[in-house]
């Protein structure tokens, strides 16, 4: 099992938020390629705004998008490992069923295979 490792610093955060992103109904999320490769760990960061609601909501929508990466991690070669992510949740997480966002995860993943096989 690959495991999520945070990040930490903010200049870390600064620096991935100038990069590449992608919109969608349930997220928004920043991607950009690793200078350092590590097949043990996925480099992501799950963050919710303060707006979206109290703790329980925003931590369910943590949780919600914790869980379709961990099930879209199980598909081999959907999500690359060499590349940092930062997930904005939106309030569209927390009220539609997870199978409806597990297929967005999934979709938006491949997108961004895509756009690495262009460039």
Known sequence: ???FKSLNRNEDFIKILKKKRINTKYF???FC???IVSNKYLNVSFVTKKKIGNAVTRNRIRRKL???IQKSLDKKGLINLNYTYII???NNVYKDKFNLI???VSKTFKKIKQM???T
């Open 33 to 35: 390629k690793n200078s």
């Open 88 to 90: 904005f949740g939106k």
């Open 28 to 30: 928004t999320i920043y």
């Open 116 to 118: 690495d096989s262009c």
């Open 1 to 3: 099992m690959i495991k």
């Open 66 to 68: 914790k869980s379709a």
């Open 102 to 104: 597990l297929n967005e």
